[in-house]
T-cell receptor, first 114, second 114 residues
């Protein structure tokens, strides 16, 4: 059974710090991996999608890497800002039963204070 | 707004009552997914539709839960005889068959059972 773990569970940092959020998964037979952002009481916003043949993706101040062999992904946030405060969710994507199944970690709750 | 919409956004009900939620996917998306997210956890898959056909149901979807997508457009999720353990955020997502790895999420319906 695929399990997804995110460390740390919560993080509080001053503005301007560079951050690394970690995601590990038990089954390397994944299709893709995706990072989402969730603001309190809201739905999910996709940040970065890494296909299984890729090692990393970048968007602005965000960079996500994927190492399937070790079952790990990291999300790097450069020069953090208070607006980055949210929960960050990692999801592994497996092709199962004719569709892409997302299996989520519990998330990392990030607070960036001025 | 051309994204995924869900109604209502919040629902408070007494234990034992029935509730129904609605999801309107992005108009051209033929795949629709329901997830449940409890406090401090990531979303968990409940069920998946391709057009009007319900193709997979999670073991989380007990007999008290039923989902429909009668015309292959909007979907409803009904919970009968609600229990306090049903309190959660119910998220809907949609995607295109050709880009099934890109699921777009709605804002969710938060259910509180008292």
């Amino acid at each position: 059974k695929q399990e997804v773990t995110q460390i740390p569970a919560a993080l509080s940092v001053p503005e301007g710090e560079n951050l690394v959020l970690n995601c590990s998964f038990t089954d390397s037979a994944i299709y893709n991996l995706q990072w989402f952002r969730q603001d309190p009481g809201k739905g999910l916003t996709s940040l970065l999608l890494i296909q299984s043949s890729q090692r990393e993706q970048t968007s602005g101040r965000l960079n996500a890497s994927l190492d399937k062999s070790s079952g790990r992904s990291t999300l790097y946030i450069a020069a953090s800002q208070p607006g980055d405060s949210a929960t960050y969710l990692c999801a592994v994507i497996r092709f199962s039963g004719g569709y892409n199944k997302l299996i989520f970690g519990a998330g990392t709750r990030l607070a960036v204070h001025p | 707004d051309t994204g995924v919409s869900q109604n209502p956004r919040h629902k408070i009900t007494k234990r034992g009552q029935n509730v129904t939620f609605r999801c309107d996917p992005i108009s051209e998306h033929n795949r629709l997914y329901w997830y449940r997210q409890t406090l401090g956890q990531g979303p968990e898959f409940l069920t998946y539709f391709q057009n009007e056909a319900q193709l997979e149901k999670s073991r989380l979807l007990s007999d008290r839960f039923s989902a429909e997508r009668p015309k292959g457009s909007f979907s409803t999720l009904e919970i009968q005889r609600t229990e306090q353990g049903d309190s959660a955020m119910y998220l809907c997502a949609s995607s295109l068959s050709g880009k099934a790895y890109e699921q777009y999420f709605g804002p969710g319906t938060r259910l509180t059972v008292t």
